[in-house]
């Protein structure tokens, strides 16, 4: 590869319309030691050629892809993130990265120009492919890259990004290796969020909305910055009602909210196990003692939670309000 210039705005890949992209990730928080894990297990000989980093979705993944990706082509292997190396990275134009990424699903055009990509010789070791989502590939881009997961050119490297892996084509789980990543510290992603948001807000409020989307950053951001009041209101009076004894009007009004919110399967898991922790807590904390009610109470939940997860995990996104309202219904047991 031939030594490219000192210059740090200009892609040279990119024609002068186009916008050159930007990965920064020196804002990364969480992920501490994994990206220089992965390159040391690569040194060593000993990691796969196709990686899939699962994770939930807006914990910074997309972040993290870049700064894995910079650590194998900085000059000194430590993600920088000032070196021409670092920035050729962040700027898109590393001619030995592949990335790919688009908005909605990446169609077989988009497996083709990876296949491209890593058809020809390297002069260089490694060459990266970095995913984005592998997720949001259809069935005929997904079939496409096959031959390739199962036989990538040597020094290749493949990395693919998605928030359920168990959703991910059979044929393609089984060429790759799943490594997970968990989202950052509660406390930092506080803070992290505290720095972002124009107005200021409560701390408590920060950390239930962070609670609520799974310490996803990326959606508590999302909900604190545009979230409408009255979708605030819906998802406070949600979280209110969870924690009510449920019998006549909160039962009805419950169901109502669920029917009209529409809420996703994985979310409104989320937002179940987040009330009933607080419902242990109020328990645990209150001096007088557990009656078996509480218990009850606990345990119904505890099976509501369960078929909400059950629904998340067989891919129902969109949640059977039906099944939720029959479990809702169905009489505490003893
Ligand atoms: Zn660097």
Same mark, same amino acid.
């Given at each position: 590869m031939s030594r490219k210039p000192r210059v740090r705005t200009k892609t040279y890949t990119l024609k002068d319309t186009e916008t050159a992209p930007s990965r920064p990730w020196t804002d990364l928080i969480g992920f501490e030691g994994v990206d220089e894990t992965l390159y040391r297990l690569w040194h060593e000989n000993r990691l796969p050629q196709v990686v899939v980093i699962e994770g939930r979705s807006g914990i910074g993944k997309r972040k993290f892809m870049a700064k894995l990706a910079a650590r194998f082509f900085c000059e000194t292997h430590t993600a920088c993130g000032n070196c021409d190396a670092c920035q050729s990275v962040e700027q898109g134009y590393q001619n030995d990265l592949f990335w790919l990424e688009t908005e909605g699903s990446i169609k077989v055009a988009e497996a083709e120009g990876l296949q491209d990509f890593l058809g020809y010789q390297a002069s260089k070791s490694p060459r990266l492919a970095m995913i984005i989502d592998i997720e949001s590939m259809n069935d005929q881009a997904s079939n496409r890259l096959l031959k390739l997961l199962e036989e990538p050119p040597p020094a290749v490297l493949i990395f693919a990004s998605c928030s359920r892996f168990e959703k991910l084509l059979p044929t393609i789980r089984s060429r790759s290796v799943r490594w997970r990543v968990h $989202?950052? =510290?509660?406390?930092?992603?506080?803070?992290?969020?505290? *720095?972002?948001?124009?107005?200021?807000? $409560?701390? =408590?409020?920060?950390?239930?909305?962070?609670?609520?989307? *799974?310490?996803s950053i990326g959606r508590s951001l999302a909900h604190l910055e545009q979230g409408s009041p009255e979708q605030k209101a819906k998802l406070d009076r949600l979280q209110k009602l969870l924690l009510l004894p449920m019998k006549g009007d909160h039962l009805k009004e419950l169901q109502d909210l669920l029917k009209e919110q529409a809420w996703k399967a994985p979310d409104l898991a989320?937002?179940?196990?987040?009330?009933?922790?607080?419902?242990?807590?109020?328990?645990?904390?209150?001096?007088?003692?557990t009656s078996l009610a509480d218990f009850r109470r606990i345990k119904h939940w505890r099976k509501i939670l369960q078929q909400v997860y059950q629904a998340g995990a067989v891919g129902q996104n969109n949640l059977n309000v039906q099944l939720v309202a029959e479990a809702l219904l169905s009489p505490f047991e003893g």
């Open positions: $989202p950052p =510290l509660i406390e930092q992603s506080m803070a992290f969020i505290k *720095g972002q948001l124009a107005d200021p807000c $409560p701390d =408590l409020e920060i950390e239930n909305t962070l609670k609520m989307f *799974g310490l989320q937002f179940f196990e987040v009330a009933l922790n607080q419902s242990y807590r109020r328990i645990l904390q209150s001096s007088r003692s």
